[in-house]
């Protein structure tokens, strides 16, 4: 029986590189990426059967890279593998279509119990957050919690690009778009979030974990 392929993000390579000993004794380990832009290059390239992604990377983050990935049709199963303990990120994560949220203090056991639960069709949370995540599903605020659920999946992804310290035109680039338009939606996404300056810009990014400092 051949054993189950597995690409994984991470933009910590020596967190990455001990992964790889943790997995590769059950899964086939198809390759490591360490930014989301390269996991959606990989993950249509290599096809593999579960995705364990960081969210904070580099360019794009996991849950945006995940997202874009499920909307092209992507039958991957995902399990984010993550420091931010914040129930908010694994209601996001689970929006964009996750099978597993695993803290990175977790017991490494939970992470191979959520990729076998992802390949069986089921949902795995670690019971660090369980109690909260379902508690937050009953009040029904999760969404309403969701301050970049007010933000287009574009703008989230110039958010990220020029949280980063990237220029306009250095964005535009990268997206294939015009730097006016970059700049129209840094207007809007500055409008949206009550955002006066770039620094703030900075400070909301890395309170929502969409760059780490």
Same mark, same amino acid.
């Given at each position: 029986m051949?054993?189950?392929r597995?690409?994984?993000a991470?933009?910590?390579?020596i ?35 579960? =995705?364990?992604a960081?969210?904070? !990377?580099?360019?794009?983050? /996991? ?5 874009q ?7 991957a ?11 908010m ?10 099978? /597993?949220?695993?803290l ?8 191979l &119990? ?14 660090m957050?369980?109690?909260?995540? !379902?508690?937050l599903?009953?009040?029904? &605020? ?24 990237k ?23 500055m ?5 006066? &300056? ?11 974990? =969409?760059?780490?400092?």
């Open positions: 051949s054993k189950a597995v690409l994984l991470d933009d910590h390579r967190l990455a590189e001990g992964l790889r000993s943790l997995l590769e004794p059950e899964f086939e380990l198809v390759g490591i990426v360490e930014d989301g832009r390269e996991l959606i290059a990989k993950a249509n390239q290599l096809q593999p059967d579960v =995705i364990v960081d969210i904070t !990377m580099p360019s794009l983050n /996991g849950i945006e890279a995940i997202e990935l499920k909307k092209a049709g992507s039958n199963k995902v399990v984010f593998l993550t420091m931010h303990h914040d129930v990120y694994a209601n996001r994560a689970f929006e964009a279509g996750a099978s /597993g949220f695993v990175k203090h977790s017991a490494p056991d939970e992470l &119990t959520a990729i076998r639960q992802a390949l069986k069709g089921r949902t795995y949370v670690t019971p957050i369980a109690g909260e995540l !379902m508690n599903y009953k009040s029904g &605020t999760g969404q309403q919690k969701n301050t970049l659920g007010k933000l287009t999946s574009r703008q989230r992804e110039v958010l990220q690009l020029l949280a980063e310290g220029s306009a035109k250095e964005v535009a680039g990268i997206l294939h778009i015009s730097t006016r338009t970059v700049e129209f939606h840094k207007y809007h996404i409008e949206e979030l009550g955002i006066k &300056t770039g620094a703030e810009l900075v400070q909301f990014a890395i309170r929502h974990g =969409i760059i780490s400092i």
